[in-house]
Each structure stands twice: as C-alpha cells, then as structure tokens.
C-alpha cells in the first residue's frame, strides 16, 4: 500500500505537486472524523508534499462559514450541512464541492432513562406516548438541515410520528448531547457517536434505533470544501483526497488499528471521550442500555474498498428530496444537475485508481429504508412527493418550531 | 436605538464589551442563560441586533433561530458578505458574529462592530498553526529514517514498519513524527 511512500519526489517534482504545501481542514468531536485525524497525525498526505493542519470545530455553523469564507480549505462535514450552503437554506447561496464520503452509518437516537422508566422502551410505546399524552416531547438534533436532523425526522415518521407537529425539535452541539439529556431539558436526541454510548454507558438514557436501522449503510459525513478550492487547487484536492483514502483503508486493515483508532479519538485535542464510549461501538460491539448485546454489521465504516468513499450522487441528491419533504426548499432543484456539480466524481475517480482502488461504473446506487421504500436516485421528484407524514412547502411552510408552541 | 442581544456562553470576556456598547448608547441584553432556551429568548426579547462568539457551540442553535423565524414579519438572517463585505470580514476577524434583523442597513451595524471589535478579546491561540510549514520535508526524512531502523531492529518490510509505527503513535496519542524520534533516539542510545 505504501508504493507511494517509496517515490514521494515523483509527486513533489512532478507537475501532479500539490499548489499548497499546508491545508487547514476542520473537524467536530466524533468518531467519525476517524478517518481526518489518522490521515493528519500519521503522516499519510506528507509523503505528497502537503500538510493537514487539524481545527476542531465547536459548532457546525461556524465550521461552514469558515468553509466558505475561506478560513478552512476543506472539513468534515455533514452532507446536509453541504447541500443547505449549495441552495442557500439558512443563509446566503455558495458554490459548494463534495470530494468524497468519510464514512457511512455510526448514529443513533437514544431516549432518557425517565422514559425507560415510564416504560416508553420501544418505537410502539414512543408512538403511543405521543400521541395520547398533553406535554410534547423534545427531542435534539445537531443542525436544522443537517443529516440528524434528517435522521430524527425519517425514524419518527417511519413510525407515524410527525416530527414537526407531535414533537419538539432544537438544535443542541453534539459534545453538550448527553448534558443536557442528564439536566432533563431534552427526552431524546440523534447524534453521531460517541455520545450516544456516552448517554448509555453513565446509564442516563438508551438507544432506541441506530441510523443504520433506518438506511443500512447510508451516507454521513463527507470530505467537504468550496467549489472554487477545487477549481484553484484541484491537485492539492486530489492529494488530500488520496492521503484520507489511505487512512480510512489503513483503518479497517485489521482490528488492532480500528482499536489503535479509538485510543487516538480519545485525546483531548480530538474527541476529548473516554476510550470506552468510543472502542465498542467502532468495532461493531453495541449495548443498548436495555440489557441487549449485539454485533452490528453495519457499524461506522470508513472505507469497505471504497464503497462508503465513493461520492455517490444518489446519497446528495437523497438529501435535497428530504429539505424538500420537510419544506426547507419550497420548490424542487434540479436533483441531478446540483449533485452533479457539488459530488466531484471525476477528482475523486483519478485519487482512488492511483490507488488501486476500484470506483464503481455507475454513480446511483439503489438501498431500501426502514419504511420499505427503496431509494434509487431515478425519480427524485417523485420521491419527495411519496411520503404519508410531510411538511411540503407548496402552500404554507412550516419548519420545527417551538418558540411558536407557546 | 438598535437593541442588541449579547450571547454569553463561552469562556471569552463579554463583560467590557457589554459596558462599552452600554457607553456608546445602545440597549444592551446581556443572555448568560441556556443556550438551548435561545429560541425563546429571542422571541421575549426581539433585538435588532444578536451579537455572539464565532466560536461558540451556541451557533447551531442560531441556525435554528434563522430557520424559524424565516416566515415571520421581523425574520432573523445572518450579517453576511452580501450585506457589507467589509465589515462582514473585520467582524469574523475580530471573532464575532452578527446576526439581524432583515432589514436593517449594514452602515447602522457599522458602530456597534466597531465597538465589539475594539473590545472582544479575540483568542488568538484558538487559531494558532498546529505545524510549521518549513518543519514538512524534515520530518518526512525523519519519518523515513525511523522507519528504515524499524525495518532492520524488527526484519520487516516497509508496510509493516508503517504500521507498527502508526499504532504504536495512535494509541500514544501522538502523531507519527513524535514516535518516528523517539525509535531514533532509542537507535542512538543502543547503537
């Protein structure tokens, strides 16, 4: 694997050098940033003549609107985060680059334990407590657009909760998830982990369903930046593309690293989480909090030959019919021709076959969700319109709102 | 007079900054509660103006403040490029963002980012390079020579000498440079 590492004044003498010798690239506190910090810290993209300089981040706003100022070359990122930018939802419209997936699945919604007292334990009993109780739960999630948000809303419509109407939703920064959980102001939340398994492990809440229950392998956080660092350092891009590439297939190389992995998130300057609420879940090992154990095959993976790599443009364009469901776009885009240009196929296919690693012919891919429709990418449209619980904004938008409950 | 929500949640002092926009005549809120209470606060307060550290946690709950009151009569928007790319640039430098009501003309935000400006105490260390760009190409040499030594201690070839270097840095904590040193110190004290 580390061809390139025998040759690496090819790159720097070549004309394929990167235009910039050092990057900053943002991150937030999850596991899931894995995949950045290994590429970082262990010298994965040095060997191209570039250096990643790490930034956590304490919100996702303030990391997009250092993406689009400039501030950062490049971040972690939600896909959701990524499409609101490109269309404008929530502030001022950018020209915005997906270069490849991070990782797919590794998000959970998990409830407090006053409801597993109560005995609202399963999607049934949370249903029922709903519908038939006065007070609204509340319930958090990460971003107004962002993918928890997307995640909470399609689990609790799958289950025939309408997530704007029967429930509260705000917005809390993950790392402060299990906090406030713990304080009593939220009933719930959806979260990238580790801080599901945090809430789970100090027994202040449960998980009630893994993202991956709602799309086994669905698409997360991507490689995200501006359209115009593309175009200005399309090798640099294309180099930071191959050193996260060679750092997620590093991770999955066998269980030691995976575990080696966890212990690095763990440090203060990354996740800043004990090691225990990272390791089981990276490895597949899940606790629900109700006394159920289970090796989950479709955990976090950051890599699985390049399949969760790809940048699929079925997975952006999944995200634009969900803004358009829940009325945070009034009309339709053009779901093809903006993913189109926002997932950078064409870079992301010259990083993977420098190294050897297969990209597949065609860029739709066909997964089925927990409601039993299958999404394909080949009526967008369509789809959109197809679900029984909505807020589609033709007439009236309606977004979460609870200042407007009182 | 614009009446300004100032959002206290981080570490940063905003207490000069809240007396000197006081001292520059405007009607100051200064919110020290639940960042997650925000929502509700800004409907009981309705400021013209909503000043908070870039660098808190607390803007994803703004966005949600945005997105809510989009479609009310007063929406709440973000001060952006499109209003004064100039001011909008100095107020990211200084490490505050604004938020306003739409509406509102970017010269009479003009004063109260001059204010804020002049008195936020931006943390530089926050932004601080993590390398030097000039450090690179050594340590790439440092990190080959470390790993050549690790090849002859342990008779391995070159993938597994990465590997057993990385692991052994991930599960330290530290990055590949920091290991790749001390195999060379050890080397030169067994050599």
New interface residues.
């Given amino acids: ?2 061809d390139t ?2 040759t ?1 004044l090819a790159w720097v003498n070549g004309s394929d050098a990167p235009e910039l ?2 990057i ?1 690239v943002g991150f937030m506190a999850l596991t899931d940033s894995a995949s950045l910090i ?1 590429a970082a ?3 994965f993209a ?2 191209y ?1 570039l ?1 990643i ?3 956590r981040q ?5 990391l997009r ?1 250092k993406l689009v ?1 400039g ?1 950062l070359h490049a971040a972690h990122s939600l896909y959701g985060l990524v499409y609101a930018a490109q269309l404008g ?4 419209a950018k020209d915005m680059a997906v270069l490849m997936g991070l990782n797919q699945n590794g998000q959970s919604i998990n409830l407090s334990s006053t409801l597993q007292n109560q005995g609202v334990i399963t999607p049934e009993a949370l249903d029922r407590r709903t519908h038939q109780s006065g007070t609204k739960l509340t319930f ?1 999630q ?4 962002g993918n928890h948000a997307m995640w909470l809303y399609y689990w609790l419509a799958s289950q025939g909760v309408h997530p704007l109407e029967d429930v509260d939703s ?4 993950p ?2 998830m299990v906090e ?1 959980l713990k304080a009593q ?2 009933d719930g939340f959806c979260v990238g982990e580790p801080w599901g398994a945090s809430a789970v492990n100090q027994h202040l809440g449960f998980t009630l369903a893994t993202s991956q229950t709602i799309w086994p392998d669905h698409p997360e956080k991507v490689l995200g930046c501006t359209l115009e660092f593309v175009q200005q350092y399309p090798n640099t891009a294309r180099v930071l593309i191959m050193a996260v590439l060679e750092a997620s297939r ?1 991770i999955e ?1 066998s269980l ?2 995976r ?3 966890a ?2 998130l ?2 203060c ?2 996740v800043n989480a004990p090691v225990e609420d990272i390791e089981a879940r990276l490895l597949g090992e899940y606790s629900d909090g109700l006394g159920n154990h289970w090796q989950d095959h479709h955990a976090v993976s950051f890599h699985r030959k390049g399949e969760v790599n790809m940048p699929w443009l079925s997975d952006g364009m999944w995200f634009m019919t969900q803004f358009r469901r829940w009325g ?1 776009l009034r009309e339709d885009p053009d779901y093809l021709g903006v993913a189109s240009q926002v997932q950078q196929l064409a870079l992301y296919r010259r990083a993977a076959e420098a190294l050897d690693i297969k990209v597949p012919a065609t860029a739709l891919r066909s997964s089925q969700l927990i409601d039993g429709k299958v999404w394909d990418g080949s009526d967008p449209v369509g789809y959109a319109r197809s679900f029984k619980l909505h807020a589609l904004a033709d007439a009236e ?1 309606v ?6 409950d ?1 | 007079m614009l009446r300004i929500l100032l959002i206290n949640d981080t570490p940063k002092k905003v207490g000069r900054l809240k007396a000197a926009l006081i001292e520059a005549g405007f009607e100051v809120i200064d919110e020290s509660g639940l960042i997650i209470d925000l929502p509700e606060r800004v409907q009981a307060v309705r400021p013209d103006v909503i000043l908070i550290d870039t660098e808190s946690p607390g803007r994803d709950v703004m966005e949600q403040v945005v997105l809510v009151t989009r479609d009310l009569p007063r929406p709440i928007v973000m001060f952006t490029d499109e209003h004064d790319p100039g001011v909008m640039r100095q107020a990211i430098k200084s490490g505050v963002s604004a938020y306003i009501v739409e509406g509102i003309h970017a010269q009479r935000l003009q004063p109260i980012l001059d204010v804020a400006m002049a008195r936020f105490e931006s943390d530089q260390d926050l932004r601080a390079q993590l390398h030097a760009r000039d450090q690179q190409l050594a340590e790439r040499k440092r990190i080959e020579t470390a790993k050549g030594l690790l090849m002859k201690m342990k008779n391995c070839n070159e993938e597994e000498a990465y590997t057993l270097m990385r692991r052994q840095a991930m599960s330290r904590q530290q990055k590949l440079i920091q290991v790749a040193e001390q195999i060379i110190a050890m080397s030169e004290l067994l050599g």
């Fill in positions: 694997m580390n590492l025998n690496p010798n050092s900053d290994v810290t262990q010298g040095q060997p003549g250096n300089n790490l930034q304490p919100s996702w706003a303030g609107d100022s501030e939802i929530g502030g001022p958090a990460t971003l107004p657009t705000v917005v809390v920064p790392p402060q406030h102001r939220i590093f190389e030691d690293n575990r080696s992995t212990q690095m763990s440090g300057e990354y945070l938008p977004v979460a709102d609870p200042v407007a009182e």
